[in-house]
């Protein structure tokens, strides 16, 4: 089975740092995209950043170069390293993993979840 595990969240003062690691594994034939969402209390889950498997990157309503993503192929891993962190930015972050992955009928291709890290940003 495919498996998707988040580390590194935790709590930081306003202004402080963290990164973010997903590692992906399991049986795919590859992994497509892979990123991170992130839901804050009484919100909608959001996207943060993605990569796919080329590397390209989309990121969410983040001011740029606050956050980074950087993938490793090789690894099935993306980090998310995020700057200058704000109170706004405490939620549930949550590895998204698009995978292609064999099943009895033929490859497919499933998304997949971590189960999520918090984020708490206070002072």
């Known amino acids: 089975q495919v498996q998707v595990v988040e580390s590194g969240g935790g709590s930081v003062q306003p202004g402080g740092s963290l990164t973010l690691t997903c590692q992906a594994s399991?049986?795919?034939?590859?992994?497509?995209?892979m990123g991170w969402y992130r839901q804050a209390p009484g919100k909608e889950r959001e996207m943060v950043a993605m990569?796919?498997?080329?590397?390209?990157?989309n990121y969410g309503n983040i001011r740029k170069g606050r956050f980074v993503l950087s993938r490793d192929n090789a690894k099935n891993t993306v980090d998310l390293e995020m700057r200058s962190l704000q109170p706004e930015d405490t939620a549930i972050y949550y590895c998204?993993?698009?995978?292609?992955?064999?099943?009895?009928?033929?490859?497919?291709?499933?998304?997949?979840w971590g189960r999520g890290t918090q984020v708490t940003v206070s002072s």
């Open positions: 998204y993993v698009q995978g292609r992955v064999p099943s009895p009928s033929g490859p497919k291709t499933r998304d997949f």
């Open positions: 399991g049986n795919v034939f590859a992994f497509y995209d």
């Open positions: 990569s796919d498997i080329t590397n390209a990157k």
